[in-house]
């Protein structure tokens, strides 16, 4: 039997990325898949349609992830289309970096609602689906830099430091209905936005990770499987780090 068989996920912003690698793991283990995204473009229809591929029920919903009405009302649409959610993936996000002194009010506000409103508003969503359920599992994507914070992201390492503590939060709220909530931390990982750097850039890098490679969406979405699955059915409120020791 496959870790994920008879399982609905959601997972937000997951048309591509680090989000649609995830939702590919679970459809490969048999999970049926609901993902959002802005809008439902040519990129996010061609992943509705991988994921199909793999025997699984599949569906891409055009959604603000910030939007907390619309968040309600998109949960709803899901829950009625798959008959329950059994994962969430609070993957969404943007940046805007720039140093602290020269970082505007609206770069601040923008990278905090997407980031860490929009799980807010999923987990608000979604909780009494799962409570009803009497299980589930609620996945936030942080990053090291919640952690350890980082030069030019006060905003972006903010709002991923706010992902662990509401993981944390939720996971001894919802433990007792049988929720488990947890984050995952990525370092240095392989997308367009990163390939988009240059390559001097990258190879530094790579020099200061242990392992010596920046990680693939693959890599993350192993980790993201673990905490979806019954593996990790003992495991609440913690932190995974995804980063080749970057961090340790």
């Known amino acids: 039997m496959k870790l994920l068989e008879g399982k609905t996920a959601l997972i937000t912003g997951a048309a591509r990325g680090i989000g649609k690698a995830i939702a590919v793991a679970f459809a490969k283990?048999?999970?049926?898949?609901a993902f959002t995204d802005l809008k439902i473009d040519d990129a996010a229809s061609a992943t509705e349609q991988e994921l199909a591929s793999y025997g699984v029920k599949a569906k891409g919903y055009a959604s603000n992830a910030?939007?907390?009405?619309?968040?309600?009302?998109?949960?709803?649409?899901?829950h009625e289309e798959f008959g329950r959610i059994d994962i969430l993936v609070n993957n969404a996000g943007i940046t805007k970096d720039t140093l602290m002194m020269r970082m505007s009010e609206e770069q601040w506000d923008a990278v905090l609602t997407v980031n860490l409103k929009s799980a807010f508003n999923f987990i608000h969503a979604v909780t009494p689906i799962m409570a009803r359920q009497r299980g589930g599992s609620i996945i936030n994507m942080s990053s090291v830099v919640g952690v350890s914070g980082n030069a030019g992201q006060c905003n972006y390492s903010a709002s991923k430091a706010g992902l662990i503590g509401l993981a944390k939060s939720i996971a001894k709220e919802m433990g007792p209905r049988g929720i488990r909530a947890n984050c995952i931390a990525p370092g240095f990982i392989m997308t367009e936005m990163t390939a988009a750097l240059p390559e001097e850039v990258r190879e530094q890098w790579a020099k200061s990770i242990p392992l010596r490679r920046g990680g693939t969406p693959e890599d993350v979405a192993k980790v993201a499987l673990f905490l979806a699955s019954d593996l990790s059915g003992y495991v609440t409120g913690q932190t995974i780090h995804c980063c080749g020791g970057m961090n340790c």
């Open 29 to 33: 283990e048999g999970a049926n898949i």
């Open 66 to 78: 910030a939007d907390f009405a619309a968040t309600h009302e998109v949960v709803k649409a899901i």
